[in-house]
């Protein structure tokens, strides 16, 4: 921190003396005062708009700037002073609504003494250079856009010595990806305002002065407004993705289950209703334990999500038991489909860790299938209900077995397939 504090000083103490070795200020005191409170009360009213990043301990102002023009007009010694009411009403500001850093105090003296010297060197390179090119068309743009450039590189550099200082930054990818992560827009944004707002001020057009600001201020309020609405519907999202959401299997829940069994309701569409468990699995639990009994879960709700189609739903209804709900398929589709899990499961085994050795878990799955249509006075619950006691049924059968049921039978009749688990073929 000590280096820091001499950093910051040092750079406070360049802008002094830049500002009063330059000269007096360019214009007159009346015109001075006018354009200083026009640019302040426009600077208080961006305020609110500012667009603050937290990088470590430090908050990073990513506002435009539009301090080029205003020393552009009124020279050094004006600028310095403009920065410091401007920097010390947004310290008070900030300390007043409990926003500001920890050293937000030595962080405003940064403030003045940077923007300072960064725009005191746009002002010489500007009036060093533009004489000589002036008579060309589009000079003065040729020359001002240059100048925003390198003073928004010069001001990451600035940032970057800092954030060194503070251990914030210490590696050469992490300093590149933050001047990358500048935006060139934003960039030209800047050059295109400080262009107009000195050509206006040179040529006392006030009211376009005015114009300018207002509709800045209204552009940027807008894409404020914008960014707030979508952060809020991305944190809505968040949100509601984390109540649809099983915290171990990162599939979706008994909640969202009842979610789209409401939207099924009524579409006049097929579905088939599986109603799935885990075979024995508190023998798992108590011949392992809990966390590999929660491999085994996580390992299965993997294979089931790995054989649906995106149309189709998968949710952790249980503690051990899934349901699935299989969309624009027939009848002989859903059955081949849970009849290729149940194989598949009975092939494969969960990888799990138990005791510092890498274990295999085999398990096998039991499976339910009622397939029914949606009609508008029929509820899916009561199909979802079917399934599971056809799912009941064909454990207490024997287990690692898949009972069916196709409800839109006109028959009505009950269909159930056993499978012999040595032979593997339907009885």
Not at 57 to 71: F, G, K, P, R, T
Not at 260 to 279: R, S
Not at 361 to 381: K, M, P, Q, W
Not at 393 to 410: H, P
């Amino acid at each position: 921190m000590y280096r820091l504090r001499l950093f910051i000083l040092f750079i406070f103490a360049s802008a002094i003396t830049v500002a009063f070795l330059s000269g007096p200020i360019n214009v007159n005191i009346s015109t001075y005062l006018l354009v200083f409170v026009v640019y302040f009360f426009f600077t208080a009213l961006y305020s609110n708009l500012k667009t603050i990043v937290r990088t470590g301990n430090v908050n990073v102002d990513y506002s435009i700037s539009y301090n080029l023009s205003l020393v552009l007009y009124t020279g050094p010694l004006g600028l310095f002073i403009f920065e410091v009411f401007s920097r010390f009403y947004v310290y008070f500001i900030r300390k007043k609504n409990g926003t500001a850093d920890e050293d937000e105090f030595l962080h405003t003296f940064y403030n003045i003494g940077g923007p300072t010297l960064l725009n005191v060197f746009g002002y010489f390179c500007f009036f060093t250079v533009y004489p000589y090119i002036e008579h060309l068309t589009f000079g003065f743009w040729f020359l001002l856009i240059p100048i925003v450039i390198a003073i928004d590189f010069l001001s990451s550099i600035l940032l970057l010595t800092i954030f060194h200082f503070t251990g914030n930054i210490n590696t050469r990818k992490d300093a590149w990806a933050f001047i990358k992560g500048k935006s060139i827009l934003d960039t030209l944004k800047g050059a295109i305002s400080n262009g107009l707002l000195f050509l206006f001020l040179t040529q006392q057009h006030w009211e376009a002065l005015i114009g300018l600001f207002i509709l800045n201020y209204l552009v940027s309020r807008s894409a404020v407004l914008q960014s707030r609405t979508l952060q809020h519907k991305i944190e809505r999202d968040r949100f509601e993705q984390m109540a649809y959401t099983d915290f171990l299997t990162k599939i979706h829940n008994r909640t969202y289950m009842n979610k789209i069994m409401n939207e099924l309701n009524g579409t006049k569409q097929f579905v088939g209703i599986v109603v799935t468990d885990i075979d024995t699995f508190k023998r798992i639990n108590d011949t392992y334990n809990h966390t590999v009994g929660d491999k085994v879960i996580k390992h299965f709700a993997n294979h089931i999500k790995s054989k649906l189609e995106d149309h189709d739903y998968v949710f952790r209804s249980g503690g051990e038991e899934f349901t699935i709900i299989l969309t624009n398929r027939t009848y002989d589709e859903c059955q081949e489909l849970v009849f290729l899990l149940k194989e598949e499961v009975e092939r494969t085994s969960a990888t799990a860790e138990y005791r510092g050795s890498i274990i295999e878990v085999d398990y096998t799955a039991t499976f339910g299938l009622n397939y029914h249509y949606c009609e508008e006075n029929s509820d899916i619950r009561k199909a979802y209900i079917q399934a599971d006691e056809l799912l009941i049924k064909a454990k207490n059968s024997g287990k690692n077995r898949v009972y069916l049921f196709n409800s839109t039978n006109s028959a009505d009749q009950e269909e159930i397939l056993a499978i012999d688990v040595k032979n593997e073929k339907p009885i």
